[in-house]
């Protein structure tokens, strides 16, 4: 590995997840050389290449051959296991050991007959029967298995339960009712409905899903210990931790789902990352990111239907079905597009969206590293779609007012230049026209104050003004940027904390943004700002009020001589404790001594 290759190898490494998953390593001839499962993706790619770890000659030849490679993330090590053996079989890597047949990896079948049997088998019927599987790990298989018969009295022999049978009486209850395995539906001591119950259950836990389960043995457990049946409570008890800590759920779960291909998009104002996952018999055989840059605000639906096409003929795929995360219309009348609300499909995209934002997030992470540019363009794109402005907002300026019991009001202006803190422009307002504690008030003088300035020495106005609170707070920013004539000329929102609503002059509704959004972070980024540096300035005015306040009642000491004394020292106690000397060289010797007499007679001297 030399030259650039190396380095973007490292770097894809190093923004491995921790999640389990499948890698692929490719040789310089992009071909796949080997495929590995991992709990940790981050962990077990790392240790091919960390020179401490100890590593056979053949594990050496494979590192020495790697120059590139690619990953899937997965819900699970079953799944792991699943995904790694599909690619294996199907590209055979030379530094692989060709895994056997698909045959060797059991499910687990319910049967479709009267009073379904629930088996485990390694040869799939198609007779309507329903399949669970396969399980690459037998010992869970078994695991699973004997917790269902440990929960579930069922039926385990091949007799032919049909309704007339049963009516004729043809069959005898056998040992495994009498054990309490079985609850003898062969003699109508179990009705069909009872079993279906049950049957239904199985089928719950099998897919991931216990809750149905958990609720119905905690009403058993109720049930028991309201009849003071401790004992019986007690298994229930045992069997409802069995369920809560079980860990079988696993993404591919249904053999019945085969060809489908399962897309999912994510995108921005410039990239579009889309994810494919070729599914064939439940277990996916492909799987890939690509990267579209947009060129002229292509929609989603446009970039998945264009992506499709490239996909299935890339992957050479003939799948009947198509499942996405929206509606699309499709050239094709044979295929049919699935839009899945819950089950089996929709875990299935649920892992495609979880692959593709994790690709988006490692390539812009790799872009913006290289381009810082490129993160603050997004931002801004994204805010000014999300705010709906009509200029990108280069220049924002937020305001926040701070006052204790109407005491020391204050007012902070922050600037945003291109995303970021410009701190050489943030200014504080000493409150001048407004006496108590007066929002409202504070609010429309300091942004009069703010904007008239700018305009009398042609300074740069913002595209975009922050008001941090509510309609109230808005509508007395409003009334100065009015008489200023400058409504036509800025945009101005207001942000309340408590949903952290947006407000717009005017719209009595609020604007809510994705609590995840970027747009959003920076507008609380702002907020916080402005809040963090309005009270620092509150704090020290207040501050220095109280040191002065002191200071004055000395009798002979004015606001001027206790302004000067705290310019000079920086505190009282630093006064206190100065000598007539260090006092005669900022204020005149009789006031330096009206001071060293009254710290003197508090002791503090």
Not at 273 to 296: A, H, P, S, W
Not at 304 to 321: G, V
Request: aromatic residues 8%; glycine residues 4%.
């Amino acid at each position: 590995m030399i030259g650039d290759d190396s380095l973007l190898l490292k770097e894809k490494i190093r923004q491995l997840p921790t999640k389990p998953g499948v890698y692929q390593f490719f040789n310089y001839e992009k071909q796949i050389i080997y495929v590995g499962k991992a709990k940790s993706l981050k962990s077990r790619v790392s240790s091919y290449f960390n020179s401490k770890s100890q590593i056979n000659a053949k594990t050496r030849a494979l590192v020495k051959n790697i120059t590139d490679l690619s990953f899937t993330i997965v819900d699970t090590e079953i799944d792991a296991w699943l995904l790694e053996n599909s690619l294996i079989k199907k590209h055979q890597p030379k530094y692989n050991v060709l895994l056997k047949d698909d045959k060797t990896f059991p499910s687990i079948c319910i049967k479709n007959e009267p009073f379904p049997r629930v088996f485990a088998t390694r040869n799939l019927v198609k007779d309507g029967s329903i399949y669970f599987g396969p399980y690459a790990s037998i010992r869970t298989m078994h695991t699973l298995m004997d917790f269902i018969k440990s929960i579930y009295p069922l039926r385990t022999c091949s007799l032919n339960l049909s309704t007339q049978n049963i009516k004729a009486q043809k069959f005898k209850v056998c040992l495994e009712y009498q054990i309490g395995n079985c609850k003898g539906p062969c003699q109508s001591y179990q009705t069909a409905e009872e079993y279906a119950e049950t049957i239904e259950q199985i089928k719950h836990i099998l897919r991931g899903n216990t809750a149905v389960a958990i609720n119905h043995f905690k009403q058993l457990m109720k049930e028991s210990a309201v009849t003071l049946n401790f004992e019986t409570a007690q298994i229930y008890k045992q069997k409802l931790d069995a369920l809560e800590v079980y860990q079988g759920k696993s993404t591919v779960v249904n053999v019945s789902i085969s060809h489908v291909d399962v897309f999912s998009i994510a995108s921005d104002t410039q990239f579009a990352f889309i994810n494919y996952l070729k599914v064939v018999n439940g277990t996916i055989t492909q799987t890939q990111t690509i990267e579209f840059r947009k060129r002229l605000e292509e929609s989603d639906e446009e970039l998945l239907t264009l992506a499709i096409a490239e996909f299935r003929l890339r992957y050479n795929s003939t799948s009947k079905e198509i499942i996405s995360p929206f509606a699309l219309s499709l050239e094709d009348s044979n295929i049919k597009c699935t839009v899945p609300k819950t089950g089996d499909k929709k875990k299935l995209l649920e892992l495609s969206e979880k692959n593709t934002l994790f690709f988006k997030k490692t390539k812009l992470e790799q872009y913006e590293k290289l381009n810082p540019d490129i993160k603050t363009n997004r931002i801004l794109e994204q805010l000014k779609t999300d705010l709906r402005l009509s200029q990108l907002p280069t220049h924002i300026e937020c305001f926040d007012n701070s006052n204790f019991q109407g005491a020391n009001p204050v007012s902070a202006l922050v600037v945003f230049k291109d995303a970021k803190p410009s701190k050489k422009d943030y200014r504080h307002f000493n409150v001048k026209t407004v006496i108590g504690p007066n929002d409202f008030a504070t609010m429309e003088e300091v942004v009069y104050r703010r904007y008239k300035r700018v305009l009398e020495e042609e300074g740069e106005l913002p595209q975009l003004i922050i008001i941090d609170g509510g309609k109230g707070q808005l509508s007395s920013a409003l009334k100065s940027i009015a008489k200023l004539d400058l409504t036509s000329k800025v945009t101005i929102i207001g942000i309340a904390k408590r949903l952290e609503e947006i407000y717009y002059p005017g719209d009595s509704l609020p604007l809510y943004i994705d609590k995840r959004s970027e747009s959003l972070r920076i507008i609380q980024q702002l907020r916080d700002e402005a809040h963090r540096f309005g009270i620092t300035f509150h704090r020290k005015k207040r501050d220095t009020s109280t040191l002065k306040n002191e200071l004055e009642t000395i009798v002979g000491i004015g606001p001027d001589t206790a302004t000067k004394l705290l310019t000079h020292f920086k505190s009282v106690k630093k006064i206190s404790s100065s000598s007539l000397s260090q006092l005669s060289e900022v204020i005149n010797p009789k006031k330096a001594a009206l001071i060293i007499n009254h710290y003197t007679e508090k002791g503090e001297a």
